[in-house]
């Protein structure tokens, strides 16, 4: 019977550490196993999944034009309503010398708890470059939040 108790201890014991280690880990280093959600303060959260790619048409497409494509989704799972809500996507091209703006999104409204999202996409075309060089892309999202104008920068790499 002890002997029973003695590997039960163990047993609990083995657990609470490897479980110790997780926490410990998504903590210090922010990656782990395991997805804890974190505290949020009250408010607009805005969550998004935007990804961006950069192609050159092939010979099925005659006007050889490169083609610089975001796509995305935005959603609001605080718990207050993001209000006015603009996205807008930048690219900046710099072997090209140009940076256009892309309004895709103006004047929504995000109802809180994540109830609805918004999906957008956008596309940036010009001639190739020798060497191929890629163009930056940032993605804008402002709303309006308690009366104030809220903005996150969305930057990926291609």
């Given at each position: 019977?002890?002997?029973?108790?003695?590997?039960?201890?163990?047993?609990?014991?083995?657990a609470?550490?490897?479980?110790g280690?997780?926490?410990?880990?998504?903590?210090?280093?922010?990656?782990?196993?395991?997805?804890?959600?974190?505290?949020?303060?009250?408010?607009?959260?805005?969550?998004?999944?935007?990804?961006?790619?950069?192609?050159?048409?092939?010979?099925?497409?005659?006007?050889?034009?490169?083609?610089?494509?975001?796509?995305?989704?935005?959603?609001?799972?605080?718990?207050?309503?993001?209000?006015?809500?603009?996205?807008?996507?930048?690219?900046?091209?710099?072997?090209?010398d140009?940076?256009?703006r892309?309004?895709?999104?103006?004047?929504?409204?995000?109802l809180?708890?994540?109830?609805?999202?918004?999906?957008?996409?956008s596309?940036?075309?010009?001639?190739?470059?020798?060497?191929?060089?890629?163009?930056?892309?940032?993605?804008?999202?402002?709303?309006?939040?308690?009366?104030?104008?809220?903005?996150?920068r969305?930057?990926?790499?291609?």
């Amino acid at each position: 019977m002890e002997h029973k108790i003695k590997i039960l201890v163990i047993c609990v014991m083995t657990a609470a550490i490897i479980f110790g280690v997780i926490i410990a880990g998504n903590f210090f280093v922010g990656h782990s196993l395991y997805y804890l959600a974190e505290q949020k303060e009250s408010g607009v959260n805005i969550d998004y999944d935007v990804v961006s790619s950069q192609a050159q048409w092939g010979t099925e497409n005659l006007s050889g034009m490169e083609t610089v494509k975001v796509n995305g989704t935005v959603c609001n799972a605080g718990d207050k309503e993001a209000k006015n809500v603009m996205i807008t996507i930048i690219f900046t091209d710099t072997a090209h010398d140009r940076i256009v703006r892309k309004a895709v999104v103006e004047g929504a409204d995000l109802l809180p708890a994540g109830m609805q999202y918004i999906e957008f996409g956008s596309e940036y075309s010009r001639e190739p470059t020798t060497p191929k060089t890629l163009v930056d892309t940032i993605t804008l999202i402002e709303w309006k939040e308690d009366g104030q104008l809220k903005t996150l920068r969305v930057r990926l790499p291609i």
